[in-house]
């Protein structure tokens, strides 16, 4: 039997990312996910995500039961005893470039040393609070600044940025309309 030598960089196995491409360019449906989120409102303005994994054809894959607490700032009548909706969004943009980044780079052959991602958003709660019709209620606008200490150099780490950034499902789901259909269920 052959052994196969694990190639490690930024703690991400490369040979098995390889592998992993390789598995998902030859089988479409083995990069195929469907991510599942039920909340639930608990009192006043907290709420309880639970989330689980399933394959295209519903099947459970990670019956994870990862739970998210949420809650509004004060401002709004909240307690803040948790991160609200638009705070988690920043929260999972910055996972989601971390995971890019370290992928990524391991697979270009740079060695992190140090990553780093601050994202920042302007909200106005004159547009979520129905005040103003010309305030939107969601972000006005996002910023984020990748401090990144590598052994690369500065063409690499651009090249590196515009992959990330090309690749990343949440930059792409922020900046580009995603069909949304809601449905009311009444008991």
Do not use: K
């Amino acid at each position: 039997m052959a052994t196969t030598e694990q190639n490690e960089r930024n703690g991400v196995d490369v040979t098995a990312l390889e592998e992993a491409v390789g598995a998902i360019s030859d089988d479409a449906s083995a990069g195929a996910f469907t991510f599942r989120a039920e909340t639930e409102w608990e009192d006043a303005l907290r709420a309880t995500t639970t989330i689980d994994e399933f394959d295209q054809a519903g099947e459970t894959i990670h019956s994870r039961a990862f739970t998210l607490e949420g809650d509004e700032p004060e401002q709004i009548l909240g307690e803040r005893t948790a991160p609200n909706a638009v705070e988690y969004l920043l929260g999972a943009l910055g996972s989601c470039l971390s995971v890019g980044y370290a992928a990524n780079a391991a697979a270009m052959g740079i060695e992190l040393e140090d990553l780093r991602i601050e994202m920042e958003g302007d909200v106005d709660l004159r547009g979520f609070l129905a005040i103003s019709e010309d305030v939107r209620p969601g972000y006005e606008g996002i910023s984020c600044t990748v401090t990144v200490d590598a052994d690369a150099s500065d063409a690499e780490l651009e090249e590196l940025r515009e992959h990330v950034e090309a690749t990343s499902p949440l930059i792409d789901s922020i900046t580009n309309e995603v069909p949304l259909e809601t449905r009311l269920v009444t008991e």
